[in-house]
């Protein structure tokens, strides 16, 4: 969960960027026998965006320094810092950080969690899949057009997905008007934030799919009494305050009353 949920900040090198309640199963005789994991407010903008001298979560580092050679290949994958959801806050390493060991202890905790070999391939495939996704960018042309074929042709393939289909998805706004559906061309702008509401909620949903999956692991017996631990992360102080970053600031403050 810290290589899908943590990041390097101006604070911290290992930051957690979500909030998550543990509940522990104990059993009569006192011993924890399971548990359950919900998380809540990930920050999903961090996937896009960073500020200066920060980083996006640590399992995109991860993979682009410890996949080996065939899935380097599969998945098309480039240096760091060719990727703009990498590239954008001028920081792409921390010395007290080592992508690659991270990125072996990922898939060895995966494996003792009972991910299969399937299971894996397929996150990474997904990871890949918003990283390409990033480099796709548009040109004014009667409405926003793809310019990088390579960047859509790559994460279609990776996200399973047909290359006409998300161009139109990226680029246009489908609407149903007295029974007929209609397609508007977005603007370059438009068609940027559709990308990245896209890249958002594909890591949203694997983050909550990996969660799911450990919970299936370590699930206990239903007779239990229980111990809630919050785990809350603290508050951030940006130059330019986002709505998201106030919620989360509000949301913890609450928790904390």
Request: glycine share 8%.
């Amino acid at each position: 969960l810290e290589a899908f949920g943590n990041a390097k900040t101006v604070y911290n090198n290992n930051s957690r960027r979500f909030g998550k309640f543990i509940q522990l199963n104990i059993c009569q005789k006192g011993h924890i026998q399971g548990g359950r994991i919900v998380d809540y407010l990930l920050e999903k903008n961090r996937v896009v965006r960073q500020n200066p001298k920060e980083r996006n979560y640590h399992i995109f580092y991860a993979l682009l320094e410890g996949a080996g050679k065939e899935e380097r290949e599969a998945f098309y994958l480039l240096q760091t810092e060719k990727y703009h959801y990498l590239n954008q806050s001028g920081c792409i390493t921390d010395e007290t950080i080592s992508d690659e060991e991270t990125f072996q202890e990922v898939k060895t905790a995966m494996k003792v969690m009972k991910f299969t070999s399937e299971n894996v391939r397929e996150v990474l495939r997904l990871l890949a899949g918003i990283l390409h996704l990033g480099n796709i960018e548009f040109i004014t042309a009667g409405g926003a057009q793809i310019c990088k074929k390579t960047a859509l042709g790559r994460t279609a393939e990776l996200l399973g997905l047909d290359p006409e289909q998300l161009t139109e998805a990226l680029t246009h706004r489908s609407m149903i008007l007295r029974g007929e559906e209609i397609s508007t061309p977005l603007s370059v702008e438009q068609a940027l934030d559709s990308r990245d509401s896209v890249a958002m909620a594909l890591y949203s949903q694997c983050f909550a799919w990996v969660i799911k999956k450990i919970n299936s692991r370590i699930k206990g017996k239903d007779d239990f009494k229980s111990i809630g631990v919050l785990d809350i992360f603290g508050f951030e102080n940006f130059e330019v305050l986002r709505f998201e970053q106030f919620s989360i600031n509000y949301a913890n403050e609450k928790l904390q009353q």
